[in-house]
């Protein structure tokens, strides 16, 4: 029984590992003018770090259960060490995959909906000054959006734009003054 949780255990952790190492390179954000899919999006901004976490207390749980079996050198102590290094690779891809949020985060603000599609704002926070540090709009007319990058024009993010829709129209607004408006 416990070596079945223990190969399920680790099993699982790679799976994470692997998933989050691919969102870092398809839900990050892209260039200007490219596309994005949403829900990876959100899973690599909202959840990298966590999932980070959560692999690290894997690895040292199964790694506390192992340890005494090695030090015996019980029947399949061997094997099932080597399943632990799998399990710390998972988190080393798990932390590599996370490594760029601890530079700049990612947070949605606003959404709202225009004819054929639907237009979020959020904020690309880095260090002030930094040209990472900017607005972004995300307009979706399915799963997949077009990312627009907009500076902030206050640089400080205060105060934070709003999001509104004018006619057909989406505008983004910081104070009363348009940064952006979305085509017709």
Do not use: H
């Amino acid at each position: 029984m416990l070596r079945n949780w223990f190969t399920l255990t680790i099993v699982s952790s790679v799976i994470i590992g692997l998933f989050w190492g691919a969102l870092r390179i398809y839900g990050a954000l892209p260039a200007e003018g490219a596309q994005v899919a949403y829900p990876l999006l959100l899973a690599y901004y909202y959840g990298a770090l966590p999932v980070s976490i959560l692999l690290l207390v894997i690895v040292i749980s199964v790694a506390f259960w192992w340890l005494p079996l090695a030090m015996v050198r019980r029947p399949g102590w061997l094997m099932q060490g080597a399943q632990i290094v799998l399990s710390a690779a998972a988190f080393g891809l798990s932390v590599w995959s996370a490594a760029p949020l601890t530079r700049v985060i990612y947070r949605d603000v606003a959404e709202v909906a225009v004819p054929g599609a639907s237009v979020r704002l959020g904020v690309s926070a880095a260090a002030p000054g930094s040209p990472e540090s900017r607005y972004v709009v995300l307009v979706c007319p399915g799963l997949l959006c077009r990312v627009t990058y907009v500076a902030d024009p206050t640089t400080k993010f205060e105060p934070l734009a709003t999001l509104g829709v004018e006619g057909n129209v989406a505008v983004v607004r910081v104070d009363d003054r348009v940064v952006w408006r979305s085509a017709p």
